[in-house]
């Protein structure tokens, strides 16, 4: 059984500064991993993907992968109350077979 | 413009009686999936199809159908609906590429199903 783990929040940063949010999976052959930001009652939306291992920016995200570790994290930079959500990693096992496996998110609250 | 759309995106209805939700994708999209989220317990997969007329179980398949007579659509099938199906539901599609993949998966607005 793949599995992926966030702490489940909530997660409360200051307005300005860095908000860092981890996930682990369970499947050491997983090859890509994902990010979403979900609001509530909305429908998840992509931030951005990573599949090599370091660190990959996209303004101000920043996702960073250690696959010896099976370990994935997002920062965000400069932190606004409209990051205020839910983030959900997700990752993707290959093999065509099946889609994503999703962690159960984490809830942001930026504080202003 | 680029989009899965489902249909109704909010229903409440009593046990029992069957109901359908749709979900249309225009991207072309060979993947599709259905999915459903609950407080505490995430999303989870209920069916999944890779391309028409092939479709797979999930993680929570039971009390579900679905079918893929067409590319474009795949519509979610509760036959007797009870009051545990009651839930966040979200249709989601993608590419399928046979080496590891960084596709999007693109999510429906959702629907937001409450059985009595």
């Known amino acids: 059984q793949k599995e992926v783990e966030q702490n489940s929040g909530p997660l409360s940063v200051p307005e300005g500064a860095i908000a860092s949010l981890n996930c682990t999976y369970s499947d050491r052959g997983s090859q890509s991993f994902f990010w979403y930001r979900q609001y509530s009652g909305k429908s998840p939306e992509l931030i951005m993907f990573?599949?090599?291992?370091g660190d990959k920016e996209d303004g101000r995200f920043t996702a960073q992968l250690n696959k010896a570790s099976q370990y994935v994290s997002l920062l965000i930079r400069d932190s606004q109350p409209s990051d205020s959500a839910t983030y959900l990693c997700a990752v993707y096992s290959g093999g065509g077979a099946d889609g994503l496996t999703f962690g159960k998110g984490t809830h942001l609250i930026i504080q202003p | 413009e680029a989009q899965v759309t489902q249909n109704p995106r909010y229903l409440i209805t009593v046990t029992g009686k069957k109901l359908t939700v749709t979900c249309s994708q225009n991207?072309?999209?060979?993947?599709m999936s259905w999915y459903r989220q609950d407080p505490g317990l995430g999303l989870r997969q209920i069916y999944y199809s890779m391309n028409v007329e092939v479709t797979d179980k999930g993680d929570v398949p039971e009390g579900y159908k679905v079918s893929r007579k067409e590319k474009r659509n795949f519509p979610l099938i509760l036959e007797s609906p009870s009051p545990n199906q009651t839930s966040l539901y979200f249709c989601?599609?993608?590419?399928?590429?046979?080496?590891?993949?960084?596709?999007?998966?693109?999510f429906g607005p959702g629907t937001r199903l409450t059985v009595l």
């Open positions: 990573i599949y090599s291992n």
């Open positions: 991207m072309n999209h060979e993947y």
């Open positions: 989601a599609s993608k590419l399928v590429r046979e080496t590891y993949s960084t596709d999007t998966q693109y």
